[in-house]
């Protein structure tokens, strides 16, 4: 009955006693309207996917936190995803530059003005947490948009690799890629913390 091969999700939070359960703090970041509330609700578990025409869950749960426990390569890992980005003011702003763990640049494929913000936020990023090598995956969602694109694929992920991080487009309305995106960030934290070990 797994849905996910390759990293399950799972809401139960009846281990949350367990020694050494790992949390991580995922952090989205991004232009308004790029898609990182409907990202979040993904993740939630909410079927956005059912709502894409409606903008039900647009704006609707904005600016949230949630919590979500998945199997990634067998091992168990807890995400805090922060949702806290937009309308806020620069004090809050600047908090989640400095509470992230790791981070979930976004932009929208289909929005150009969006892909530079992601630039600036990468910079922002670096210089806010400079001694510190941070997970970080770029993220252009609304890949289902295809007459609408404005940044291809391959300008992503030249991006990316100036940006020195991951990268992956994603469709939270088609659920294209989300999982794969969550399970990426959570094996780039794994990464960095096993280096550490040695
Ligand atoms: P946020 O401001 O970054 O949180 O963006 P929202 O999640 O509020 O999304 C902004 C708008 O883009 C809403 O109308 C969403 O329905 C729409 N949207 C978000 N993700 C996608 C996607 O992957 N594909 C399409 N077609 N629309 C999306
Ligand atoms: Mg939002």
Known sequence: PDQHPRGSWSSDSSDSSEVGRVCYRVVVI??????????ASVFAGSPYGM???????????ENDVYERTM?????????ILL?????Q???????????????LIVYSVTD??????????RIQLRRTRQSEDIPII???????????????????RACAVVFDCKFIETS?????NVSEMFEGIVRQVRLRRDSKEV
């Open 89 to 103: 003011g620069s004090w809050v702003q600047e908090h989640c530059m400095q509470a992230g763990d790791a981070y």
């Open 51 to 61: 709502y894409a025409d409606c903008d039900q869950w647009a704006g609707k749960d």
């Open 172 to 176: 939270a309305a088609v659920q294209h």
């Open 112 to 121: 150009r003005a969006s892909f530079e913000k992601a630039s600036e936020l």
């Open 71 to 79: 199997i990634v390569d067998g091992e168990s890992a807890s995400i």
């Open 138 to 156: 770029l993220v252009g969602n609304k890949s289902d948009l295809v007459r609408c694109r404005e940044v291809s694929v391959a300008e992503g």
């Open 30 to 39: 991004g232009e308004d309207g790029v898609g990182k509330s409907a990202l």
């Open 83 to 87: 949702d806290t980005w937009d309308n």
